[in-house]
């Protein structure tokens, strides 16, 4: 009772635990240093503080003091509660006036004993020893009261002597023991079982881990050029709009002083017209024929059409001339000038590097699966159930990569099953995609090096030219120079070996593309600007 009182003492009345770190206000009540700090927190807006225990208010922000005895009578209550409970897990029957840890229990007896009571207890063989246990009627029998020793693995139960005698009489029955060691051995291949898959989950796990922080490095790359390059794209685009818009201000500008100037020119002319035209109209008001005759200035005025001055050939004043005008080829030129800057960074932007060629699932067909990171083919009886679609290759056993070359020199390797037939190679998207005349090197879209019965050949338009040389590797090169129209076919041994090349002028993008019949195909990846082997 009084330990009872002594514990409501060292509680806490804010979170009702016993203190740790106890502090206390100037009004004498303690609390935890954590809990009254986050009360006077709660009140700081308030500008009034007040203790949770007596509600005495304080102007300024109480000082937390230490109570340093408090603390320790604490720590000291704690550590004695911890050894109390580890204590009484499993307790001595026999000692009832404090709790002593038990090191055997009694099966006959039902009871625990601590090693005092240990040594004076039955050591008759019906009073079976164990471990000590809070469950102990669960080892006897339900039916006859008895320990259980036996097991029968017809009915998978525990069982006693009369049982075996009983109703199991006849069923294969073994010792306790024994039949324990037996579920081990089982459990413990299990086990081992367990940890090789957990241990493969593992590797699959990190090898996921693996390509997630690649992807993730790529793409923070990706994102870091794509950024980069449209700062250039609006740099370039802010210099091409200031030059155009001075070029389109300067020409404006020539043309408004050559206009102004014309403009002050035919202002005197007709000033002069309208000074000529009031004297004529005097003399055709005039009454004396001599007067008429006689005047000077008529000789000037007879012929309009002999004025010279600002009229070009055709009778028309003069304009600017055309060299004049808004300079459009200028501007046209640089507006050009920006859509090859655009266009050259857009061809740029998402080119993957041959290493990442990844097979295109929507063009699989469904007798292939593909692997989870895109670079395995591998030939399956079962179908896949893919959709039927225009890009997917049917009745036959091939797959196109995403990406596909219009330029430049690029290599991809592969690796091949030990056994199987299959065709490796590139084509074009156009390649038709259904019936037998769609496989690579059956037509004049596609070019392939072929396995088929250990025989190895090339193979483009149905024409097949047979390699004589022995071919030992499971490694081979697929070479590409666009511009030079030669596609090369390597053998990986050492050192590598040349085994064939086509020829021809490319006219569309050329795309990797395999066909398996039995086997598989593995990229091991490949590189850009590679200078072929002599």
């Known amino acids: 009772m009084a330990s009872i009182d002594l514990r409501d003492e060292l509680l806490c009345s804010i979170c009702l635990s016993t203190f740790k770190d106890p502090v206390t206000l100037r009004c004498g009540h303690n609390f935890c240093r954590v809990c009254i700090g986050r009360v006077l927190d709660t009140q700081d807006g308030s500008g009034v503080y007040s203790c949770p225990e007596c509600r005495k208010r304080f102007r300024v922000r109480p000082a937390l003091m230490r109570n340093i005895n408090l603390h320790n ?193 035919l202002e005197i002319k007709k000033d002069e017209l309208s000074r000529k035209m009031r004297h004529i109209e005097e003399l055709c008001n005039m009454t004396d024929p001599l007067t008429v005759l006689q005047d000077p200035d008529t000789g000037d005025l007879c012929d309009p059409e002999e004025e010279g001055g600002d009229e070009d050939a055709g009778g028309h004043d003069k304009q600017p001339h055309d060299g004049d005008d808004l300079d459009v080829a200028v501007i046209s030129h640089t507006l050009h000038t920006l859509c090859d800057v655009i266009s050259g960074i857009r061809s740029g932007i998402y080119v993957e590097d041959p290493a990442d060629i990844l097979w295109d699932v929507t063009t699989a067909g469904n007798n292939l699966l593909i692997s989870d990171d895109l670079k395995t083919a591998t030939w399956t009886l079962e179908k896949q159930k893919r959709p039927e679609t225009a890009e997917r290759f049917h009745n036959n056993n091939q797959v196109m990569s995403r990406r596909g070359f219009t330029s430049g020199r690029h290599y991809w390797d592969v690796e091949s099953s030990r056994s199987g037939n299959w065709r490796v190679g590139m084509c074009y998207p156009s390649i038709v995609r259904r019936w037998w005349h769609s496989e690579i090197g059956d037509n004049n879209k596609s070019w392939s090096f072929w396995r088929f019965n250990n025989q190895y050949s090339v193979r483009h338009d149905s024409k097949v030219i047979r390699l004589p040389d022995k071919i030992s590797s499971d490694r081979f090169r697929i070479y590409l120079d666009y511009e030079a129209g030669q596609l090369s076919f390597y053998e990986l041994c050492d050192p590598i070996r040349h085994l064939h090349t086509f020829t021809a002028t490319f006219s569309e993008p050329l795309h990797a593309v395999l066909y398996v019949c039995e086997g598989s195909i593995k990229i091991l990846g490949g590189r850009s600007n590679w200078v072929k082997p002599s």
């Not at 390059?229 to 020409?251: A, Q």
């Open 73 to 265: 009578v604490a720590e000291r209550f704690l550590i004695t509660q911890q050894e109390q409970e580890e204590i009484t897990g499993i307790c001595c029957t026999y000692c009832v006036d404090s709790p002593v840890p038990a090191v055997r229990s009694c099966l006959h007896c039902e009871a625990s004993l601590c090693d005092k009571h240990l040594r004076a207890h039955s050591k008759s063989a019906e009073h079976v020893l164990s471990d000590p246990s809070t469950s102990l009627e669960k080892r006897k029998c339900s039916v006859h009261k008895k320990i259980l020793e036996y097991y029968c693995s017809e009915d998978a139960a525990c069982i006693c002597v009369y049982c075996s005698a009983g109703e199991h009489r006849g069923h294969q029955v073994e010792i306790l023991e024994e039949a324990s060691e037996k579920k081990k051995r089982k459990l413990r291949n299990v086990l081992q079982k367990l940890i090789t898959k957990r241990e493969e989950t593992e590797e699959r796990v990190g090898s996921l881990e693996e390509r997630r922080r690649k992807a993730q490095e790529k793409a923070a790359g990706e994102a870091e050029r794509v950024t980069a390059l449209c700062t250039d794209i609006r740099r370039r685009v802010d210099d091409l709009e200031k030059k155009v818009l001075s070029e389109i201000s300067r020409k404006e500008k020539e043309e408004s002083l050559s206009l102004s100037a014309l403009i002050h020119r």
